[in-house]
């Protein structure tokens, strides 16, 4: 089945830096989206992104189709900004969600 | 509007027990899909319903089970509970297909099985 890696796996920033997180998919997906999980599990939207390049304050995010991966900026982080970052596609040979492991960010302040 | 509601929150169990969660998507969206999250798995897509009919699964056994009635609620059952079911389950509802629509999650359904 397809494969979704996120990198890093953990990363540690002071307030203020900037960041990138990255996905990569193994086969082409539909409806690639960026969430934000909460400390109490809810997965928040941050970006619907199949292609293209889409900004929302501090972050921004954009999608390379064709070369099968996405990117996640933050920008002037905050210790808010602090969780896990998820991207998820639908597999379109399966039509099945498949999210990656998983970005883990802390802002230190 | 208001969002994706999962009921209940939490909730406690023992092995052999059933369960049964509850999820009420946004007005107007007629897709609903099921998740499990664990620390040992991750995010692993459950099943996809869509007009009272499921559309997708994942690779879960047959004691996850689901439905979705006419105004789009749906619920999930897990019969003869296992402590690896031990898990946050969340759902997400689109307004066609989460093939082809935008997802929203709801805050999930955290079951702990003793």
């Not at chain 1, 941050?46 to 900026?73: C, D, H, M």
């Not at chain 1, 969780?83 to 498949?98: E, M, T």
């Not at chain 2, 307004?95 to 709801?106: H, R, V």
Request: hydrophobic share 30%.
């Amino acid at each position: 089945g397809i494969q979704v890696e996120q990198s890093p796996p953990d990363l540690i920033l002071q307030e203020g830096a900037n960041s990138t997180l990255r996905c990569n998919f193994s086969d082409s997906v539909n409806n690639l989206q960026w969430f934000h999980q909460n400390p109490w599990g809810q997965l928040i939207n941050l970006f619907y992104i199949p292609s293209g390049t889409k900004q929302n304050g501090r972050l921004s995010a954009t999608t390379v189709a064709t070369e099968r991966y996405s990117l996640l900026y933050i920008s002037s982080s905050q210790t808010t900004d602090s969780g896990v970052y998820f991207c998820a596609g639908v597999s379109r040979g399966s039509y099945k969600l498949i999210f990656g492991s998983g970005t883990r960010l802390l802002v230190r302040p | 509007k208001a969002g994706v509601t999962q009921t209940p929150r939490y909730l406690i169990k023992t092995r052999g027990q059933q369960v049964t969660l509850s999820c009420s998507p946004i007005s107007g969206h007629r897709s609903v899909s099921w998740y499990q999250q664990t620390p040992g798995q991750g995010l692993q897509f459950l099943f996809e319903y869509f007009s009272e009919t499921q559309r997708n699964k994942g690779n879960f056994p047959g004691r996850f089970s689901g439905r979705q009635f006419s105004n789009s609620r749906s619920e999930m059952n897990v019969s003869t509970l296992e402590l690896g079911d031990s898990a946050l389950y969340l759902c997400a509802s689109s307004t066609d297909s989460m093939n082809t629509g935008e997802l929203f999650f709801g805050e999930g359904s955290r079951l702990t099985v003793l």
